[in-house]
């Protein structure tokens, strides 16, 4: 069996490990037996003589068939004395159910595309989270097939579809081959209602050398080969389309290493077979689900990732940043290899595109038809994927199946257990596309609903000419998603005023942030007590940047050098420093000051830092649903301090003493030129915090541009609209930094640590301490105007807290009940090692002046909404100070430098200038 594994891995999959290999082994060697079993093998309980049997009925399935079939080896390869005595009582456990089962039931039970996703799900949820399978509904896959269908018939003159004895197809990610089932099912009837049910099996038998798919995991394969046989039984035609057990990402010119063992032959043909495809087929539609999975090792990426990817990097004019990480995707992997094979390399068989004469390209032509994640629809990282697709397609079209936005309510996503949004994307090429022309790009979206009545409406969507497909920007760069109106696209989005801007901190590791401070003391403590390595690392949670023997050539900023260039292991020293962290909106915790703990710690975030500065956050990637636009933070902020996912942080100033503003060289020069008043580096934070960080702004967002990825702050030219927006702003952020920045009494903003509003929230009853009554729950009394911790008598209550402050939302996060389940009897906090059961046990009484600060600030903000509100729709009717008019006068572009992160001096640089 290892030497049947090595050859898999030098064969196949040169990343598989043994237990990988034993499970896909497993799995091909069960629906092998099921295969034969449905073809009509018995079983009488003599393992080896019913493996025998098994074999011999599928090779005589499979006689008619080009390739020797993979299921009959792996079932061959158990005859082997050595093996049968590793594996005698799983093959007798399954041929022992197979032989009381009833045939019929195989091979008329259809939708194995379900009974696998639920076998997987259960069976090893892991690796399909680690594959990035789901599986696509039929309802789906029936619209993309047709759409496909029809653009083939309306753009490329194949008149029949894909029934056209030229159209050749491949599914690269074919899981258990329900695009080809579709395919096959699409062809059969278009066939019959063309030409007569008669006509249906040659049709079929000649359309098997033009259908293939590749999979990469051995079960879905086996399935896949059994369900497309069957279906092609089903319609009376003998053969199948060709299904390869394959990395569809791999070195398709590597040659295939002919081993000398005969029962490798078919495991040999795969690979042979699978490079010849990508090689020399003329492949005209490439439709399917790639699998989607963010931040990929590049040697997953195999071929694709070094030979192909350079067309789709962003170059550093387009001032991409981090954001290229974004790129490294399965799903994005997938469109360039679907791109390399149909659009620059068909309808003519050839070797990569730059070997291809220009009277080869001008030919190619071809459908790339797939539903993955909508992120690149937007995304700043993809924006060279979208010019390449512009320069190479003349046609695409989007349709949107989550309308509803991100983590939507389960019911109404089209796949149950992905939170993303969706889309399908098919990208057309007819022949002598011009390259100087961007495709068009149109776009629609499906109504907002339950998923069961999306997939009714799919199923008339298939008009190219509907009117409800809506043009979407020419932009070489732009979204494929549609403009918003004017003042929406004219308004300079954040980045353009305040430039530089960063991931927040991002730990990796859960256990050194907490509500409570001792409680990361007796965490350290814990830590550094560990009687062994093993132990320790098993506390600390090694990852690929932080082993418990890490060293690091510089601290944070405020830690000592000298305990940064120490490793974990020996460590005997007390807690380092912990510090205020802005872990989510309205949610001050604390953070061990300690580089070696955090992965991602952004230094130069850490060495901005000081009682001076201040933060905006806001998600990039994804919509805002509901609450303000962006929140502020007087503390440092994590990665998801937003709304608990995802997001950028904009600091105000570049450098703790507060001396070098982190604004648009020139922003606030013009600001004073064009308003006739003095502005202040944070008065542009209280401009923003003004317009922006409220729901009536977020909603004019979602009508005017709600597929759009960047914020953008509508400015007003008038003087006086500016100044009450400052002033107003000051407000905002008073109160979503708890009183750390613009404290006024006379104004109404009570200086801190705990800041007050009249007529607000006050305790009714205390919370008891006692650490068996801790509270684990937290509900409202809509008609008490109360807030109630705990239950029974061992609740406490804050009284007069509107019913709008428990309803309060940051997108789809509730301040209140988010920052309550980190403080509740078992937190709710995503674990990452044994130290995240060390938890504070009883009620700290901080911990109720923190959430009375919380209602209080809450409260100030939702009276401040009508009139921020009532300021907008002045701002939206007033003169606009523009992008184009900051480009105009050489305010924009934002140069590069301002861009980028300020540079944090390492022991032994020179000292750093001011600036």
Not at 755 to 769: E, H, L, N, Q, T
Request: charged fraction near 20%; aromatic fraction near 8%; include cysteine.
């Amino acid at each position: 069996m290892r030497g049947l594994a090595e050859s898999w891995r030098k064969l196949l999959f040169p990343n598989l490990h043994d237990d990988e290999f034993a499970d896909a082994y497993a799995q091909t060697v069960t629906f092998a037996l099921v295969a034969a079993r449905a073809h009509g093998a018995a079983y009488t309980g003599d393992v080896v003589a019913d493996v025998n049997a098994a074999v011999e009925t599928l090779h005589s399935h499979w006689q008619t068939r080009q390739e020797e079939p993979l299921l009959s080896e792996a079932l061959s390869n158990l005859c082997h004395p050595q093996v049968l005595n590793e594996t005698r009582v799983g093959v007798e456990a399954v041929v022992g159910v197979l032989a009381v089962t009833d045939v019929t039931l195989l091979v008329d039970a259809g939708d194995w595309l379900y009974f696998y996703e639920n076998f997987l799900a259960t069976y090893d949820p892991e690796i399909r989270k680690k594959s990035g399978s789901y599986y696509t509904p039929a309802p789906l896959v029936e619209y993309m097939v047709q759409f496909a269908d029809v653009v083939l018939q309306e753009h490329l003159g194949k008149y029949r579809g894909l029934a056209d004895p030229t159209v050749t197809v491949v599914d690269p990610a074919t899981g258990t081959g329900t695009f080809l089932l579709a395919i096959i099912d699409r062809i059969a009837r278009s066939v019959a209602d063309r030409d007569g049910v008669a006509m249906t099996p040659a049709v079929l038998e000649a359309a098997a050398d033009r259908l293939y798919g590749f999979e990469i995991q051995a079960g879905p394969f086996s399935v896949a080969q059994f369900r497309t046989a069957a279906a092609y039984a089903r319609h009376a035609a003998s053969g199948a389309p060709t299904v390869l057990l394959a990395d569809t990402l791999d070195d398709p010119y590597q040659a295939s290493e002919i081993l000398a063992l005969p029962t490798l032959q078919a495991i040999t043909a795969q690979r042979r077979m699978a490079n010849q495809v990508k090689t020399e087929t003329p492949v005209v539609v490439a439709i399917g689900n790639p699998p989607y999975r963010r931040s990929v090792p590049r040697s997953e990426g195999g071929w694709v990732a070094s030979a192909l990817m350079n067309d789709w990097r962003p170059g550093s004019d387009q001032n991409v940043g981090a954001h290229a990480q974004n790129l490294a995707n399965l799903l994005v992997y997938f469109w360039r290899w679907a791109a390399w094979k149909v659009l620059e390399n068909s309808p003519k068989p050839g070797a990569v595109a730059e070997d291809r004469t220009a009277a080869d390209q001008a030919e190619a032509a071809g459908v790339v038809c797939f539903v993955t994640s909508s992120a690149w629809l937007k995304g700043v990282g993809f924006k060279q994927m979208r010019r390449w697709l512009r320069e190479q397609c003349s046609d695409i079209w989007v349709l949107d199946l989550s309308p509803e936005g991100f983590r939507p309510d389960v019911p109404t996503r089209v796949f149950q257990e992905v939170q993303h949004e969706v889309c399908v994307v098919t990208a057309v090429r007819v022949p002598h596309t011009a390259s100087d022309q961007p495709a068009a790009v149109r776009y629609r979206s499906v109504r907002p609903g339950l998923r069961e009545a999306k997939f009714a409406e799919l199923a008339g969507l298939a008009e190219l000419a509907d009117p409800e497909w809506i043009n979407c920007p020419l932009g070489w760069e732009d979204p494929f998603t549609p403009a918003g109106d004017d003042i929406w696209e004219q308004a300079p989005n954040v980045g353009d005023l305040v430039p530089w801007s960063t991931s927040g901190v991002t730990g990796n590791r859960t256990w050194p942030i907490n509500p409570d401070r001792e409680t990361l003391r007796a965490r350290w403590n814990e830590l550094i007590a560990a009687p062994d390595q093993d132990a320790m690392r098993g506390l600390l949670k090694v990852t690929q940047d932080r082993d418990i023997d890490s060293t690091l050539d510089y601290p944070l900023t405020g830690q000592a050098a000298e305990q940064a260039a120490k490793p974990l292991w020996g460590e005997e020293g007390p807690c380092p420093d912990t510090v205020r962290y802005a872990l989510r909106s309205f949610d001050r915790q604390w953070i061990i000051r300690d580089r070696r703990l955090l992965d991602r710690p952004r230094p130069p975030l850490w060495h901005a830092h000081s009682s001076q500065q201040m933060y905006l956050t806001f998600p990039m990637a994804e919509g805002v649903k509901d609450g303000p636009g962006l929140t502020f933070s007087a503390s440092l902020p994590d990665l998801h301090h937003y709304r608990g996912r995802g997001g950028r942080a904009h600091p105000l100033w570049r450098n703790a003493n507060a001396t070098e503003p982190n604004l648009t060289p020139g922003l606030v020069d013009h600001l004073m030129d064009s308003l006739g008043t003095s502005v202040a580096p944070a008065d542009v934070f209280s401009y923003i915090a003004a317009v922006c960080a409220h729901p009536a702004f977020t909603a004019w967002r979602n009508e005017t541009s709600p597929h759009s990825q960047l914020l953008r702050v509508p400015v007003t030219a008038e003087t006086d609209l500016w100044n009450e927006a400052v002033r107003m702003g000051k407000h905002v952020i008073w109160a979503h930094t708890f009183g750390e920045w613009f404290a006024d009494p006379a104004q109404g903003r009570d200086r801190g640590p705990n800041p007050r509003v009249d007529d607000g929230p006050i305790w009714g009853a205390a919370v008891p301490k006692d650490a068996d009554r801790h509270p684990s729950n937290i509900s409202y009394d809509p008609e008490a105007r109360r807030i109630i911790i705990g239950s029974g008598d061992d609740a406490g209550w804050v009284e007069n807290v509107a019913s709008e402050v428990w309803a309060y939302r940051v997108s789809v996060m509730s301040p209140i009940e988010s920052w309550f389940k980190y403080r509740k009897q078992e937190p709710d906090v995503k674990w990452s090692s044994p130290l995240n059961d060390t938890v504070r046990r009883g009620w700290l009484h901080d911990w109720s002046l923190e959430l009375l600060d919380v209602c209080h600030m809450l409260t100030a903000l939702i009276r401040l909404e009508p009139d921020q509100a009532a300021l907008l729709d002045l701002i939206l009717d007033s003169p606009q100070v523009t992008a184009e008019n900051l480009m105009n006068t050489g305010v924009l572009p934002v140069p590069v430098r301002a861009t980028k992160a300020p540079k944090v001096p390492k022991p032994g640089d020179a000292p750093l200038l001011e600036a």
